[in-house]
């Protein structure tokens, strides 16, 4: 009965139901905080799927309880991550050419030469440490590339723009 494909549909995170969900919640709240909910709620329809298959002896009900719950811990990590990357105050003035997020403030990019750790904005794409110039920049949002130069935007998107006067590292 339950091994139908309309379960599916339910909103249980890794599920189709539980990835729409996740895309609903995105227009309300941030990428990190739309999955973390979808992973949370994805947690009580793994407890349900499990109990339904021990009160039915469905195996195929179980797997599919395990398979839910392997995703939802992973995704839950990486929502975590998300959400602790959002919180950054991020680099008024800078927006991504592709997902027109605003970069953070810091020192988060780090050089392939010398492997330490600056800030690409700061220092005009250049590590200040050993002087390699980078011609192009990542996004640590969308890990896009693109120049510097495409980074300058007049219209940043009001997402995860906190504030250009932060004491941090690179200013």
């Known amino acids: 009965m339950w091994g139908c ?3 599916n ?5 890794p599920l189709d139901g539980g990835q729409i969900l996740r895309s609903v919640l995105w227009f309300f709240m941030s990428r990190g905080r739309s999955l973390m909910t979808a992973t949370v709620i994805g947690f009580f329809g793994v407890a349900g799927f ?3 298959a021990l009160w039915s002896r469905d195996w195929w009900l179980g797997l599919i ?4 719950r392997s995703n939802c811990w992973n995704s839950f990590k990486v929502a975590q991550a ?3 990357q959002e919180k950054i ?3 008024v003035g800078f927006a991504c050419p592709s997902c027109r997020m605003a970069p953070p403030l810091g020192a988060f990019w780090k050089c392939a030469s010398c492997a330490q750790q600056f800030d690409t904005f700061a220092s005009g794409a250049a590590c ?3 002087g390699t110039q980078y011609p192009t920049t990542v996004c640590l949002d969308c890990r896009e590339q693109a120049p510097l130069s495409a980074w300058v935007a007049g219209d940043v998107a009001k997402r995860g723009v906190v504030s250009s006067s ?3 590292a690179g200013n």
């Open 5 to 7: 494909s309309c379960s």
């Open 9 to 13: 549909i339910l909103p249980v995170y």
């Open 50 to 52: 499990a109990g339904l």
């Open 65 to 68: 309880a395990v398979y839910a």
């Open 82 to 84: 998300m959400v602790k």
């Open 89 to 91: 105050p991020r680099r």
């Open 128 to 130: 200040p440490h050993c």
């Open 166 to 168: 932060f004491g941090g």
